[in-house]
């Protein structure tokens, strides 16, 4: 996870260097410290210093695209910089009368040092160096500094420096003799880029279509999408609590067989598609989407629907020659009889009309079939109800009408802007989870600072869910 307070980096190795001494029972009293080699001001008898003097931009990350798309004429900010971070590291000893044994002490300490990060060059969430009994287990390196939890990772690489580059490097700032030092990169650091304000819609359908007179044509696929506005929201209707949009192309809601909640409004899951000659002696929907044979894992299916041969009561088709109505459920039987189970996703539609030839007595269709377009079938979201927790890890319980999350499914989850990650610990910012075959996600995120509501954004198989907000 990208960052811009990197000062949590030196913390984080600083830590490392403390409990690994402690470890190898180093019996001296000594500070770890962020502070250059020069400064005196430390009262500890024995300093460590850990002074990061340079960054530079790591090479391998400079062709990094942005981490999402964006609406701005400068996109080069929403782009992740990686940085190698440069630490010298510098024993001090003030204990010792002799400057020789004062010199043999920090020697000593530097070796220490060099032993801790050669024995963990690596820190990530799981990094803990072993406690010594009968202290207490240490906690993971990252947590001491505010990093877990992120999949942070940081690599520490002792640097090959010469003997004429290290004199060089302190005979520049002092006439003194060069002082026993190591030269250390951490790397790969990505810096944090600023939160994403608008982003492009997704284009659906691109084209101009020229249709042969008598064959079905598609100008739109649209419907409304009603939800319950934020506290603080004015309805525009104060006889009804949702608040309506138009789509175009739709963005239908995905609704189970039985009664729809309250809290949903009843229309969202209906779409109307324009176009003209729509209406045959048999009329059907060629669909091409996320469905699953019965209780089999979804996959990018094709499959018809008849309109008019009653197998589908719960769908509502309205047919008319440049309209058709349907109502969006996730049970379907296509028209050769097999059940589907549908999911959320993007959808692609063609209407396709058939008739008997004159004089065919062996029941044989002609069919013609329409242009081709694309809509969202997304996930309905009921309500998001808070759970209690902490301003840094406030939970909530997200509630889909359906029970159809499942492994197979390509689920994202963000907050304010801030993408979760899925991970059964909900108790912990920035992590989600669900259990298979429900509608409920469980997440926490970290309030602290920050105004209610704050929304979010469901996205399954790259349809987003009807809008929703994390009241606090």
Known sequence: MALTDISRVTTAIATLIRQALARDNFADDF?????????????????????????????????????????????????????????????????????????????????????ALHDFPVI??????????????????????????????????????????????????QDLTARLSLYYEARVILLSTPPVTAMPGTVFSLGAYVSVSGQP???????????????????????????????????????????????????????????????????????????????????????RIGVDDGNNPDWGFEIRDTEITVAMRQAVQDDQGAGLRLYPGLYSLRVITARQLAGDTTGRLLERSSNELVFAVTPQVVALAGLGGPPAARRFRLNLFGSYLRDELDIQLSVGGAVLRRDA????????????????????????????????????????????????
């Open 425 to 472: 610990d909900t108790a912990t910012a920035g992590n989600y989870d669900f259990a298979a075959n429900t509608g409920q996600i469980d997440f926490a995120v970290d309030t602290s600072g920050r105004p209610s509501p704050l929304p979010v954004s469901l996205l399954i198989n790259g349809a987003g869910s009807t809008p929703a907000w994390a009241v606090f």
């Open 124 to 173: 990530t969430d799981e990094t803990v160096v072993p406690a010594v009994p009968p202290n207490p287990p240490n906690n993971p390196i990252l947590q001491t500094a505010n990093l877990a939890g992120a999949g942070n990772r940081i690599e520490l690489i002792l640097r090959p420096v010469g003997i004429e580059e290290n004199v060089n490097f302190w005979s520049s700032e």
């Open 31 to 115: 500070d770890v410290s962020a502070a250059p080699p020069e400064d005196e001001t430390n009262p500890s008898p024995n300093v460590i210093s850990l002074y990061l003097f340079h960054l530079i931009e790591d090479p391998d990350c400079k062709n990094l695209p942005p981490r999402r798309p964006v609406m701005t004429d400068v996109p080069v900010q929403y782009t992740e910089m990686g940085l190698i971070l440069n630490y010298i590291i510098t024993a001090r000893n003030t204990s010792a009368t002799g400057v020789g044994d004062r010199t043999l002490i920090e020697q000593r300490l530097l070796g220490f040092v060099a032993r």
């Open 217 to 303: 044509l598609l100008q739109a696929v649209q419907n409304l999408v009603g939800f319950i506005p934020p506290p603080g929201f004015t309805a525009s209707d104060p006889a009804s609590p949702f608040q309506f949009l138009a789509a175009n192309p739709a963005r239908v809601s995905l609704f189970p067989a039985g009664a729809i909640p309250p809290e949903v409004a009843p229309g969202n899951n209906r779409l109307r598609i324009d176009g003209s000659d729509l209406r045959g002696e048999r009329t059907f929907l060629a669909l091409r989407g996320q469905a699953g044979l019965g209780a089999a894992a979804p996959a990018e299916r094709s499959f």
